[in-house]
């Protein structure tokens, strides 16, 4: 138990897949302006993530080792990404138009997140077992959710902040994420 | 040998389930009230994905 715990306070904090690896810069910046937006979208991550890890993780373990061909790792994992998204795309459409409206708009961009497809990888590379995968894949995107959320709300009260012209916009966004990214260095060696 | 096959028969399966999902992704019609649901991005320059404004330009020619 203890070890799941350390699992997911690595994940969440001490690796944050934002600050410490730079993946998702995309939506990142991109849906980082309102609250609302960035929230939406750690949520379709969290779970595109979650469907994502799962299927490739079983996919891996029962199709390409008994088949020795582990070495189609990351063309099954792209496509498994790619399909999925259209999948729940799709679903959402034709079953919950509420849900659609809230987050369809961000399920295209999650296709290009390069986030999935490093859970998915890592699941594999770490030699997790199923327990700890799943760990693994809600702390990832509950870390993304975290930091996107703080950085929005950062971003929505840099708005009403006075800031030189050239620093307005992606500039003054990218010093703060350089802030946070220090800030959260802090957090190295707490477990 | 045999790996060879059963890895270019597993990429066609795959290709075919992604190919087959995007097909019938574009065709589901979008709810009521969706149609306009593009998000205001200015933040990189990935122009493949559909938020990205190079998109609307393409649609609206």
Redesign the interface.
Known sequence: MAELFSLAITAILINNIILTKFFGMCPFLGVSKKTSSAVGMGVAVIFVIMGASIITYFLYHLVLVPLEITYMQLITFILVIASFVQFTEMFIKKFSPALYKSLGIYLPLITTNCAVLYVAQDNITQSYNFIEMLVNSFSVPFGFLMILYIFSCIRERLDLATTPNAWKGNPIALVTAALMALAFSGFAGLV | MN?LI??VL??LI??G??AA??Y??HK???????EN???E????S?S????HPSQSKIEGE
């Open positions: 790996n059963y890895a597993f990429a795959m290709g389930l992604y999902l995007y019938l992704n589901t019609p979008v709810p009521e009230g969706c649901l593009k998000e991005c200015s933040g990189c990935i493949s994905c559909a938020n």
